[in-house]
Each structure stands twice: as structure tokens, then as C-alpha cells.
């Protein structure tokens, strides 16, 4: 993995949050939300493996074994996850909660695909139907995909100019990854283990997403105790492009405690 450090000096006392990218992305994605945060966080962006300039670590994309890594680097952070980094972010909280402070998912779900007990996923046919177009056209695919994270969204020019310059800065990912995050998609279902999530969450979804249904972020809230959701009205699958400043906003009051804490620490006798 490749980590990226920016925002307030690691020992600044400022929070600490973990980002981590969806599929085929990287970490450079967060850089809008990142400036936002600058002031008020120690920001760590993650590129998984085989993903931007993680592209030729050919370590498998284990959403438990990867949040084990991390939470060794950064035992006392925030977690935040987009789309799939969402499944490292939840296996760090219920399987670390004493080194995870909480939780941020950003259009994440506890299940991608819908179910005879769940409608607020997707077609599994739509992740299986992007791995076969990989084999056949890999850059129009990566291209198409980004076209449906945009789609939706009130901002979607924008969101859609903002993801076509900045999905490739750091190279192509490896369609082995690829193709390993896309059967995580698939075959992903944590609903279960969510009552006993031990540590605060936040899940922060756009109305108009068209990968993840609105309603699932909701749902997944409603099953884990400490949860809050938040459905952003003009957002599509990226809200943090599209509506960096409510997302950092919600993003701040969540950390909040941290500070307060921290500052009551200190005045007590």
C-alpha cells in the first residue's frame, strides 16, 4: 500500500482519519475534501494495492487482512471508506474497535447487491458485466464506470471533469485488483455483524447515487447502535466532490468529541 500524509502534523493532537478509495480509484481522489480538512485533521490517504502508486503491490485485496495492516499503522483513528474502501473501514471497526475511534462511510453499503431481504443494492449482473468488459476494453470500462459515479449528481460535469483528471494521475491500476474488488462487490454482506459494532458510525450517502441506493445507508444505520445517517440531496455516488463542504462540515462535527476531550484533559486538575 502506498500512504499519503497531509493535513495537521501527526503530532499536532489533531484527530487522525484514514481515507480509503473505492474501485479503481486511489487515494488523490480525497484531495478536495483533504484541503477542506487540512486544518482539522491528520489526513492519511491510502492507495490499496494495486491501485495508483500501490499499482504493482500484488498483495490480495482482503478487506480484514488489509484493515489489520492499517490498524497497526494508525491505532487510534478515524476510518473513513468510499464505495468498496468502505469494506476495509467496517472490518477495522468490528474487528479492531478498541484502535478505531469510528467510522465515516461515504456512498459504502454493508451489502452492494440487492437480495430477496435487501432492495437497496444493485444488479450483481452489473459488477460481473464490468468484469467481462475489462477483458475487452479496460481503459472505456474505467472510463464508463466513472461516468456512472458521476451520473445523478446536480454537479455531474463537474464531478465527472473532476474524476476523469484525476483517476489516472497515478497510473492505471491493475486489472487483477480490478477484477478482486469487483468480486468483493459482488459477494459482500456484513448486515449481520453490524448490531455489534462497537464504535460511533456515519454514513453519508447522495440522493441521486446510481451504484448505491440512497436508502442503503439509512438501512445499514439503522442496524448498527451508534449510527447516524446523512443523505445529501444534489449528491451523486461521489458527494465529496460535488459537496466537499457539507461532506467536510458533517466530517468535523463527527471528530469533534476528540477535541473536546482532549481540550478537557488538559484544563483538569
Known sequence: MYIQTTGAAPDSGRPALVLIHGWAMHGGLFAPLAEALADHCTLYLVDLPGHGYARDDATPLDPGALASELVGRFPDAYWLGWSLGGQVAL??????AARVRGLILVASSPRFVT???WPHGVSPELFRNFGRALKSDFRGTLEGFLALEALGSSSAQDDLRCL??????????????LQEGLALLDGFDVRGELPGLR???????GRRDRLVPAGAMPAAAALA????????AGAG????????AQ????????????????AQAVCSP
Open 115 to 117: 437480495g430477496e431481504d
Open 164 to 177: 476523469k483528471q484525476r483517476a489516472f494521475e497515478r497510473g492505471e491500476p491493475a486489472e487483477r485488483a
Open 199 to 205: 464504535v460511533p458510525s456515519l454514513w453519508i450517502s
Open 247 to 262: 461532506v467536510a462540515q458533517l466530517l468535523r462535527e463527527f471528530v469533534a468529541p476528540v477535541r473536546s476531550n482532549a
Open 237 to 244: 455516488h461521489a458527494p465529496f466532490l460535488g459537496a466537499t
Open 91 to 96: 472490518r477495522a471497526g468490528l474487528d479492531h
Open 225 to 232: 447502535p451508534q449510527s447516524h445517517s446523512e443523505v445529501i
